[in-house]
Every structure is written in C-alpha cells, then in structure tokens.
C-alpha cells in the first residue's frame, strides 16, 4: 500500500492505477447502466401489459352485462308485441280503454324479469292509429306528452330496432331507449335509466377505468364519464384502441398521456365494448419501480467502484513492481534472472539502457555513411551538366570553324540533345510521345555510325500519353540495331507499334535482321527472371523490371524470331478497367 500511495502522490490522475480504475469503472458503469435501463423498461412493459390485461377483463364482464340487458330488454318488447291487450290496444280506435290493463301485464311480465328491471325507467307503448302513448303514470295524446324526443328517432327509423342516448324531455335524467317499430301500428319504447345502470358499470371499473359503449360509428352510447375523452372517442383520436384486433389490450398515447385499452364486439348488436385506462392512475406503481431501480443501481455503482479499485491495484502492481525494481537496480540479484518475471523484464530494461551508447555510436555511423552517399549523388548529377556544358563548347567551336551544316556539328548536337533528356532531372516516368521523340534522335545518331536505315513508327495519338518508365524503349532498340540490322543496311527496318488488344495495351518493337537462335531468346528470359543484374540482356531486364514495378507486374514479354528473318518483341501491359492513358 505505500508503494501505491507513493505513486498516486507522485503521479495523481497520471498515475496507471487511476487509468485502469477510470477504464474498468466505466465498462462496469456501462454495463450495468444497460442492464437497469433493460430492467426498468422491462417492469415498465410489465405493468403497462397488466393494465391491458385488467381493460380486457373490465370490456369482458361489460360486454356479458350489457348484452344480457339489451337482450333481457329486447324479450321485453317482444312478449309486449306479443300479448292480447297490446293487439288490442293498438288495433282498437278507443285506446284508451286498455291501458290500464296493457300497463298491468307489462309489469306482470317485469317481475319475471327481476334481473333486468331495476334499470328500467319507464316503458312507453305509442298507438298510431289514436296518436296516443300509453305509461306506467297512464296514457295521453302525442303532441300532450311530456316526454316525446323519441319521436323524431321513430320517425327517420329504417330499421325495426333502434337504440339510442337521450335526455327525457331534453331533461334530467339521461336515458337509453330501446324502441322496437311496428310497421304501420306504433313503437314499443323502452327506457333504461343509466344512473342506475352505471352504479352497476361502475363498480366494476373502479376509479381508474373509463367505460365506453360506441356505435361502428363513433357515437357513445353510453360512458361511466361524461369527460373530454367522449370528444375524443367520436373525432377518432383513439382510433388504435377502437380498431385494433378485438379483444386485445392496446397501449396508445395521445396528447402527452398514455392510454391502455381493449374493445370488445358486442354478441348481439352494432357496438363495441371499451375499456379505456389512463396509465397516469398507476404512477404510484411506477413511482415505485424507479424508486427500487434507483436503489439497485446505486448498489451496482458502489460494488462497481470497489470491484474496479481492487482490479486497477492489481493490474497496476506489476508496473509498480517494475519501477521499483528499475529504480533499485544495483539491489537486483543477478544470480538468477528468471526466479521471477518482473525481476527478468526489469534486467532486461537496464541491460537495454546500459547498450543505448552502443546504439548511439552505431546510428552515427549510418548517418554518416548516408551523408557520403548523398555527397557522391550530388557529384553524379554535376558529371553529366559538365559533359553537356562542354560538348555546346565545342558545338560552338566546330560551328564557327567548319558551319552548321558538317556532320561533325549535327553529331554533336544530337548527341547533346540525347544526354540532355537522360539526365534531366525531376522525372523517371515519362509518356510514349517523349519516348518516340528521343528515339528518333538516338536513331539518327545510330545511322551515322552504322549507316542508313528505316524506322518505322506506327502509333496512334491515343496512345501518346500512354505512361512508361524513362528510356524504356532504348534498349529494345539498340538490341534491334547491333544484333539484327547492322549487316543489312540501307535495307534495314526496325519498326515500333502500339495499339490495344482486348484489355490490353500491345508494344511491338520488330525488324527485319539476321534474327536469334532459340537459346539467344531462352537467355533473355533467363536474365528477365533473374534476380539479380548480372549476364547477357542487362538493359533489357533493367527496362522491363522498372515496367513491372511502374505497373505492379500486370505486364508481360514475348520474343518470336526467325533466324536470317525477322526479331518480334511483344510487351502486353494489361488496361482492364482503362485507366492507364490519361486524357490529351
């Protein structure tokens, strides 16, 4: 621990020790971090799938209930239709007569009917024949009614059965009506007070849940509230929850708050069942989700840092052990290096830096063998401008004395001409075009020597700005010269083509000499594949290995000859994707 302490208080938070505490803490707060925010979403899923689970089976118990209701209801109206006093009643052109004892089996037939008619408010049967409504309070005229907003659902119906919202006379209370439409005789109306229906709704919804009965629609049949969310319901903002598969919870948002819901299709009727959960209700629960969550990972954290203080010492003791043992070098026992592993790098390092003058001397050797041989590079290039500068001294000089127009003076001015493109400086890579050009110097200065001879150059403009290595061509040329045209004469032809074939880009350099014997050719191949310079052929394998490396090796040599004939070189340099001529 003092050997830590040293360090911290020596190098603080550039101490090795801090780095790997830093680094191992952040992985594990990383980690961990990944695993509550997975945990946390997950319980969050969790709870929210609990709350569609409870909206499924709120819509359930209210689907059973409702449509047992509407369907006891429904029985209602039709034993009604179906008994003597109704058929009397509505046939009967004095209507009033039979409404006491139409009213008396109608609530003989309620009592069979206990489940189902304490959430009747009243029951109307309307005569069309009198214009006349018989209730439980007695009967009157139409127009003479208090209660008559049904009427205008009675009258645009198309269907038997019609079931619709609506307050009694535009008053307290709010109702639902069951009418069912008898062609040409009058309606069975039956109203169901919700105030007693939703105490029943209600008690299963809780205080969290929103019940809703809505028509295919959009229309609110009924609701436990009467609160911004019928608006909502009937403009199709919750259409998730409206249209999603039945029967399934669904969670949607909307307006920044967060709804569960399921629905459920009713048995029997137009209209579905839904169970509507503002997940705001639950807070608590989430409240205390992020409450554990937020203690876990504080625990995570507190054994994280321990757990990444106890590996940064231990990675670090090495490397404390290492400098120590560097720093108490003359204490080290020699006698056995490899007891230890430290103590063998340690002794390793000090051996190292005991030999750093030994390599000290050594590079200065190297630096001073490299500035000789970029002495004698200097001196290189002053040979040839010596050698040009004095042949134009004696170009002058044989101009002045013998005229432009000696041989002797054009020999020199040619040869001048050609040492002036081999050393020019700045350039090993040069265009088909300058070499063309510098053959035809080079060759007119082989006719003077050798006599005169044709060249023949064929090459499109296309192919001048094909790129190729310094006095590559030279050789090839020369070698046409000495060992095939030279005994021919005015005769002679040495000829230099280019032209594509295929991906290929095609050299050809011919002549029409005394030819080569197979083994003459076996031996330029040699001295191609030969690793070093050395033989027969030297500038020939000098030029075509500076085309390889120009070209990474995507090249090829051919040699076809006919002794007393003819000599044919074929140079392929391969243009698949035709990159290797620039633009003129």
């Not at 801090?18 to 969790?46: A, C, Q, W």
């Not at 959430?119 to 009157?140: E, L, P, Q, R, T």
């Not at 040839?384 to 432009?404: A, M």
């Not at 030819?515 to 040699?526: H, L, R, S, V």
Request: charge should be negative; glycine fraction near 4%.
């Amino acid at each position: 621990m003092k050997t830590i302490r040293k360090f911290i208080k020596k190098y603080r938070f550039n101490s090795i020790l801090f780095g790997y505490f830093m680094r191992f803490f952040f992985i594990i707060f990383l980690i961990f971090g990944i695993i509550i925010i997975f945990v946390y979403n997950t319980s969050k899923e969790n709870v929210l799938d609990d709350i569609c689970i409870d909206s499924q089976y709120k819509s359930k118990l209210t689907k059973q209930i409702s449509d047992n209701v509407f369907k006891e209801i429904e029985y209602i109206s039709a034993n009604i239709f179906v008994s003597r006093d109704f058929n009397l009643y509505m046939k009967n052109e004095e209507s009033m007569i039979y409404i006491e004892a139409l009213n008396g089996e109608i609530s003989s037939m309620l009592s069979s009917y206990a489940a189902v008619s304490k959430y009747i408010n009243s029951i109307y049967v309307y005569s069309v024949k009198n214009d006349f409504v018989c209730a439980s309070s007695g009967g009157n005229n139409l127009k003479k009614f208090t209660d008559n907003t049904w009427y205008k659902h009675y009258d645009g119906m198309t269907e038997e059965i019609d079931i619709f919202p609506r307050y009694i006379n535009n008053s307290y209370p709010f109702v639902i009506t069951y009418m069912r439409k008898i062609k040409n005789l009058g309606a069975i109306i039956i109203n169901i007070d919700l105030d007693k229906f939703n105490e029943t709704i209600r008690s299963l919804a809780g205080n969290s849940a929103k019940i809703m009965i809505v028509t295919d629609d959009n229309e609110i049949l009924y609701s436990t509230e009467n609160d911004d969310m019928n608006t909502m319901v009937e403009n199709g903002y919750l259409s998730d929850i409206l249209l999603f598969k039945n029967g399934k919870g669904k969670i949607t948002r909307y307006d920044k708050n967060t709804y569960a819901g399921s629905n459920m299709d009713s048995e029997y009727y137009d209209w579905k069942y839904i169970t509507i959960i503002n997940t705001k209700y639950m807070s608590e629960r989430f409240s205390d989700i992020r409450y554990y969550i937020f203690l876990i990972f504080i625990a995570f954290l507190l054994v994280g840092f321990i757990i990444s203080f106890l590996y940064g010492i231990v990675s670090s003791n090495v490397i404390f052990s290492l400098v120590d043992m560097i720093d108490n070098n003359d204490k080290i026992n020699f006698g056995n290096l490899k007891e230890n592993e430290i103590k063998y790098l340690s002794t390793r390092i000090i051996n190292i830096m005991e030999n750093n003058e030994t390599l000290r001397n050594k590079l200065s050797e190297q630096f001073e063998k490299c500035d000789m041989y970029k002495m004698n590079a200097l001196q290189q290039s002053i040979n040839p401008h010596f050698i040009n500068n004095t042949l134009s001294c004696i170009n002058y000089d044989l101009v002045y004395k013998l005229g432009e127009e000696d041989g002797s003076v054009k020999s020199i001015v040619l040869l001048t001409r050609l040492i002036g493109y081999c050393y020019k400086e700045g350039f090993t890579v040069s265009t088909l075009s300058r070499e063309v050009e510098f053959l035809k110097i080079y060759t007119e200065l082989l006719k003077m020597r050798y006599g005169d001879f044709n060249f023949e150059i064929n090459i499109k403009k296309e192919f001048y700005n094909l790129r190729l290595p310094r006095l590559f061509l030279q050789p090839f040329i020369e070698n046409s010269v000495y060992y095939g045209i030279e005994e021919r004469g005015v005769d002679g032809l040495i000829g230099l083509s280019c032209e594509r074939e295929g991906e290929d880009i095609v050299i050809r350099i011919y002549d029409n000499g005394t030819g080569m014997t197979e083994e003459a050719i076996k031996n330029i191949y040699k001295s191609i594949e030969d690793e070093y310079f050395s033989g027969h052929s030297i500038g020939i394998r000098n030029s075509y290995c500076r085309l390889q490396l120009l070209y990474n090796k995507n090249t090829s040599i051919k040699i076809e000859s006919d002794e007393k004939s003819y000599t044919e070189i074929v140079i392929k340099i391969s243009d698949e994707n035709n990159e290797l001529i620039c633009p003129l």
